[in-house]
């Protein structure tokens, strides 16, 4: 008895230790931040920096405050998140079951492993244009160029983390009868699931890089409209909070998809 309370004393100290370096973590991230902005401001205020070409934390947070007044500044996020959310989305499915098709049949895979390393060095941004021709000026033109992005990485991304599960555990289950799609299902995925959320996690920045790239060729709202405009009447006020927005929205959709990576892992621990 005496034991198991020393051991869970243990256990009390070990979490109280994981705690406050979670916290310690944590205020390092914030006084990194908040001391990145005031040098920025101070720096701007004794013209160390020009304001001008770099803005500064008070001019910005006036921008943000004229676009909130005017209605344009939720209009912006909702239509540049919204592509990304459908380009990720798109991409991520698309990308899985492709993976998928290729791990079921090694023949095609084969044959498809040159096309897909071309397409995986070909700079994706480059079809912009053509996307745009093809497809015309809108956001549906913006949402292929996202998704032509992150497809391919996600397909090999995805593929290599069904080649490298052990052997020895496929075998194991084909021992007892298992078919194809129980593999798959058993012992594929499930082995794979790091990769496949490692997969989710890239897919953010090339989600919001082919969006922003294709808003910068075509586009009349969002965030790479509103920095483009900005560039193009020099308005870096503009194009500077819009970069800062911009960088809060990536960084919530990735801790979105690290939540989701939680959920996934605690669900599977329970069951």
């Not at 895979?109 to 994706?124: D, R």
């Not at 920095?227 to 979105?256: E, N, P, R």
Request: proline fraction near 3%; hydrophobic fraction near 55%.
């Amino acid at each position: 008895m005496k034991n198991a309370m020393q051991i869970s004393k243990e256990h009390k100290d070990f979490l109280r230790k994981v705690k406050l370096r979670k916290i310690s973590i944590l205020s390092t991230q914030l006084f990194i931040l908040v001391t990145f902005f005031v040098l920025w401001e101070v720096l701007a205020d004794a013209k160390v920096l020009d304001a001008f070409i770099t803005s500064q934390p008070s001019r910005m947070l006036k921008t943000l405050q004229n676009l909130y007044r005017e209605g344009d500044l939720f209009y912006h996020i909702r239509v540049t998140c919204l592509e990304t959310v459908i380009g990720f989305s798109l991409g991520t499915v698309i990308g899985t079951a492709a993976a998928i098709i290729l791990w079921w049949s090694e023949f095609l895979a084969k044959a498809m492993e040159p096309y897909l390393v071309i397409l995986n060095s070909l700079p994706k941004i480059a079809l912009g244009p053509i996307f745009i021709v093809w497809i015309g000026p809108g956001p549906a033109s913006i949402v292929v160029i996202a998704l032509t992005i992150s497809l391919i990485v996600t397909i090999m991304e995805v593929l290599n983390g069904f080649m490298a599960v052990d052997p020895d555990k496929v075998k194991l289950v084909k021992s007892f009868g298992a078919g194809r799609t129980q593999i798959l299902t058993k012992v594929v995925l499930p082995s794979s699931f790091p990769v496949i959320i490692n997969a989710f996690k890239i897919n953010v920045g090339l989600s919001w890089v082919g969006v922003i790239v294709g808003e910068f060729l075509v586009s009349k709202a969002g965030l790479g409209y509103l920095i483009v405009y900005g560039g193009q009447v020099f308005q870096l006020d503009l194009v500077m909070t819009s970069v800062i927005i911009l960088a809060v929205a990536a960084a919530l959709m990735y801790q979105g998809v690290v939540y989701l990576e939680k959920l996934l892992m605690k669900s599977g621990r329970h069951n």
